[in-house]
């Protein structure tokens, strides 16, 4: 297991803490785990100014009124509609470490400018948001006009932009969307120049622990199935897990996902039964029988309902048994309205179309 030492200096651990109301929608996959939320806020005109200006970048947590955790993530961009005008703040387009590629004019050899290993860097954006890695790519150039253009470009792209426009809406509310830390892998080039190939657990760990600035730990489950260790193509350590997930352990599907105290947890795809949903019900019960609110299903879920179709030949594999949702993507909206995604969309369908009967 991998914990992190990084992840406790930004700015963003700075909390806000937001309760399960009737503004807020969530959404979790099992290839990303939090990947989106989204919620309203009305009010003091002051105080939401306070939070569009300093909010940006923060560690972002809703609770349900029993302090379980919903969702976590941090807040990507900010929409303050404020006496008719309405501002945007947004974690898009920056960048705050950047180099740019090109072909000198000398020799047409493509150089990294000035050299492979220098970066141009706004340290104090760092400090503030964490790292974002960004290479520019140019045609033929010498090393000072590189250099020159890298400066350029960091300078405008540094600090998060920001937009204004008149829409003469009244009154003021802030609109908040966030993004699940899995995104923020996107933000750093994964380069490794050991030759061979490594377990794929490993290789999670590996990855996770050298650029995952803000994970604070994995959870990794034992995947023996080989994968290249080897890794100097400037890529995004996003796209090269994305790469590992998808092949599994060779015969079997994996998860991965990065869910409650920014813990990255990387599984086999579950494939026993953990929740069943009675008919008529709104929410799903544990095997003891506790109830699970609407908010708490997770992808990795396996969720049974015997009342689809009674009297069906029980002895048949989860994944083809029309009775069973294996979550692969949940997504929430309160006060009570969820929409699961399985690996069956007819199985899905049959589901849903029985839960729009209850209250939801």
């Known amino acids: 297991m991998f914990t992190s030492i990084l992840a406790s200096t930004f700015k963003q651990l700075e909390e806000m803490t937001w309760r399960v109301g009737d503004s807020w929608s969530h959404s979790a996959t099992d290839q990303e785990g939090f990947k989106s939320g989204s919620a309203t806020i009305g009010g003091n005109r002051v105080y939401l100014n306070e939070l569009f200006e300093n909010g940006l970048g923060r560690h972002w947590r809703?609770?349900?009124f029993e302090g379980n955790t919903a969702w976590e993530g941090m807040v990507w961009s900010l929409q303050l509609v404020d006496e008719g005008w309405q501002y945007t703040r947004s974690l898009d387009a920056f960048a705050n470490r950047l180099r740019v590629l090109y072909s000198s004019t000398a020799t047409g050899e493509r150089l990294h400018a000035p050299s492979s290993s220098t970066w141009e860097e706004n340290t104090d954006s760092q400090a503030q948001y964490g790292i974002r890695e960004m290479i520019h790519s140019i045609g033929e150039t010498n090393?000072?006009?590189?250099?020159?253009?890298a400066d350029i470009e960091l300078a405008d792209?540094?600090?998060p932009g920001r937009s204004k426009r008149y829409t003469g809406a009244t009154g003021t509310t802030l609109s908040i969307q966030l993004r699940g830390y899995m995104d923020t892998l996107a933000w750093r080039i994964y380069n490794d120049l050991t030759s061979g190939l490594e377990d794929?657990?490993?290789?999670?760990d590996r990855i996770v622990s050298g650029v995952g600035q803000f994970i604070n730990s994995t959870e990794v489950e034992?995947?023996?199935?080989d994968f290249s260790a080897y890794h100097n193509r400037d890529r995004y350590a996003l796209s090269i897990l994305r790469d590992l997930v998808s092949t599994g352990d060779g015969t079997n599907p994996w998860i991965i996902g990065v869910y409650e105290d920014r813990v990255l947890h990387y599984q086999s795809r579950p494939t026993t039964v953990n929740l069943h949903w009675a008919k008529g019900s709104p929410n799903p019960t544990q095997i003891g029988g506790q109830p699970v609110q609407p908010w708490m299903i997770r992808p990795g879920d396996v969720i049974r309902s015997d009342w689809i179709l009674p009297g069906y030949d029980l002895d048949i594999a989860v994944g083809e048994d029309?009775?069973?949702l294996q979550v692969r993507e949940a997504s929430f909206q309160a006060p009570y309205r969820v929409s699961l995604t399985g690996a069956d969309d007819e199985q899905v369908e049959i589901m849903l179309n029985r839960i729009q009967k209850t209250r939801w």
């Open 62 to 64: 809703t609770e349900d």
């Open 143 to 149: 090393a000072t006009r590189a250099l020159g253009l």
């Open 157 to 159: 792209l540094a600090w």
């Open 200 to 204: 794929s657990s490993v290789m999670v």
């Open 222 to 225: 034992t995947n023996t199935f």
């Open 322 to 324: 029309p009775m069973v």
